[in-house]
Nanobody
Framework: VQLVESGGGLVQAGGSLRLSCAGS????????IGWFRQGPGKEREFVAS????????YYADSVKGRFTTPRDSAKNVVYLQMNALFPNDTAVYYC????????????????????WGQGTQVTVSG
């Protein structure tokens, strides 16, 4: 199982970016996928997640209404569409995967995810 994030970069405040999490060695439909981020000097935090099977999404309050995480089953890719970015969205963004289900109340816990990507840097300038 491998996860590779891409799509990070530098964007001005108010702009948008779309991150991709590409998987190999497994089928995304069978895995819960989570997005986490770690800003400078901060601990890693939950951003968003999508369940396996019929997708249900969850979002941290700080990104709700601005970020979405659609899954493209045909391409075995999960995206993190980020709109209306703020400078405090600056972070390294990671995708993570776990086979099967995770209870909704646990979707934001790092320990629930078995596999992790290497991360991609997102920098939002003010």
């Amino acid at each position: 199982v491998q996860l590779v994030e891409s799509g990070g970069g530098l964007v001005q405040a108010g702009g948008s970016l779309r991150l991709s999490c590409a998987g190999s060695g497994f089928t995304f439909d069978d895995y819960a996928i989570g997005w986490f981020r770690q800003g400078p000097g901060k601990e890693r935090e939950f951003v968003a997640s999508v369940t396996y099977g019929t997708p249900t999404t969850y979002y941290a309050d700080s990104v709700k209404g601005r970020f979405t995480t659609p899954r493209d089953s045909a391409k075995n890719v999960v995206y993190l569409q980020m709109n209306a970015l703020f400078p405090n969205d600056t972070a390294v963004y990671y995708c993570a995967a776990n086979p099967g289900g995770i209870l909704p109340q646990n979707m934001g816990l790092e320990s629930m995810y078995r596999y992790w990507g290497q991360g991609t840097q997102v920098t939002v300038s003010g």
